[in-house]
């Protein structure tokens, strides 16, 4: 049974595409600052891309100093969520463990750690010993040392979309799920609308945050969004017997794979090197070998558990990890913020409010000039390494 279709109104003062944590986080901050008639779209259901469909992971430790300040702001949001928005969304304080087993990330991770102590996270290097007194699924054989953070943890992505969902029609924004935008109309370099499925809006300014999907948006206006969409999948395990409800979000650093607790059970994922670009939304099984060796070798205890479900999302790449959030010098009202390379879900709060500032002409909270799409012509890339 499809769901019903609502017609977008004729006019708007700005169009959101996107209905993940980013766009809904955008709309709503710029509503409250008073922007009237702000309309979202979003090709489905609200959420149902890559937030949804995320591990729910947050945390500030990351190695570039922006995307460290982006995730700290958006920290304080989640841990305040349920008073600011009156949505519970399930925070989990647990922190996240790196563990590290080659000389090369450890010595990365201590200047990582330096960056982020500089702006008040509390994260710091940790003996072995100590990772395996926070984490006891883990086995410490080949491991450093390890990087560790308190004030990390995990939270329902479904929940925050539905509290800033909530707060964004509360605020007067117009939110049409499945209703797919197919164009953006222009007149000269300045936009003049946005075709949907439903007719056309007239507008002058459209903000991106289509996520995977971003690299068309942007060729509708002749701007190049370098994203490219990427598979990662998920699996839940059965219930674990005495699993600790503390048990950390534990990322072996060397393979990338992770897992957190997820009701009585357990979450796991892993990048998969042999995965190929592309929308693939359903899950394989041609990776689990792969995943049950880093299991084997990191968390061996865990192979023991059964696969009780999961679910696959996509991840959208940019060439050097990092997002795209500016405003195009070519192209008069065109706004974006993608390509977050599988952490716009965590980040949505604070580039809410860099968007709306953004929007405004007002200084955001943190320079994001360095996140410009425009930076792949130049030699002003710079990786964000801290990636899982």
Request: proline share 6%; net charge negative; aromatic share 8%.
């Amino acid at each position: 049974m499809t769901a019903a279709r609502r017609r977008p109104p004729a006019s708007a003062s700005v169009v959101v595409l996107g209905g993940g944590v980013v766009g809904l986080s955008s709309a709503y901050h710029l509503a409250r600052s008073g922007v009237r008639d702000v309309v979202l779209l979003d090709q489905d259901a609200l959420g149902s891309g890559s937030t949804c469909r995320a591990a729910g992971g947050v945390r500030a430790q990351f190695s570039d100093p922006v995307n460290i300040m982006m995730g700290a702001r958006s920290l304080d949001t989640f841990r305040d969520f349920p008073a600011r928005f009156g949505q519970e969304i399930d925070f989990r304080e647990v922190g996240y463990l790196f563990l590290l087993s080659t000389p090369e990330a450890v010595a990365a991770f201590e200047v990582n750690v330096a960056r982020q102590n500089a702006v008040g996270v509390p994260s710091r290097m940790i003996s072995v010993a100590e990772a395996q007194r926070l984490s006891p699924l883990i086995s410490t054989e080949g491991l450093l040392a390890a990087a560790w953070s308190p004030t990390d943890g995990h939270c329902t992505p479904e929940a925050v979309v539905l509290g800033y969902a909530s707060a964004a029609r509360r605020s007067g924004v117009t939110l049409v799920p499945h209703c797919a935008a197919t164009g953006i109309d222009m007149t000269g370099r300045r936009i003049s609308g946005v075709r949907t499925e439903a007719g056309i809006i007239r507008t002058e300014s459209v903000v991106c945050a289509a996520g995977a999907w971003s690299a068309e948006v942007g060729a509708w206006v002749g701007v190049d969004l370098p994203v490219t969409p990427l598979r990662r999948q998920i699996v839940v395990t059965e219930p674990l017997p005495g699993l600790d409800p503390h048990t950390p979000f534990t990322i072996d650093f060397d393979t990338s794979f992770y897992f957190h607790g997820e009701g009585r059970g357990l979450l796991l994922g892993m990048s998969d090197p042999e995965e190929t670009p592309g929308f693939k939304l359903h899950r394989s099984d041609a990776w689990l070998p792969r995943l049950g060796e880093a299991i084997g070798r990191r968390a061996p205890t865990i192979g023991e558990l059964g696969i009780a479900g999961g679910w696959a999302g996509l991840y959208e790449m940019t060439p050097d990890h990092n997002a795209l959030i500016g405003r195009a010098d070519t192209v008069e009202g065109f706004l974006y913020a993608t390509g977050f390379s599988g952490h716009g879900f965590l980040m949505g709060p604070a580039v809410g409010e860099v968007v709306r500032d953004l929007y405004l002409g007002e200084e955001p909270f943190i320079d994001v000039s360095s996140l410009n799409a425009a930076r792949f012509a130049t030699a002003a890339a710079r990786p964000e390494l801290n990636i899982v």
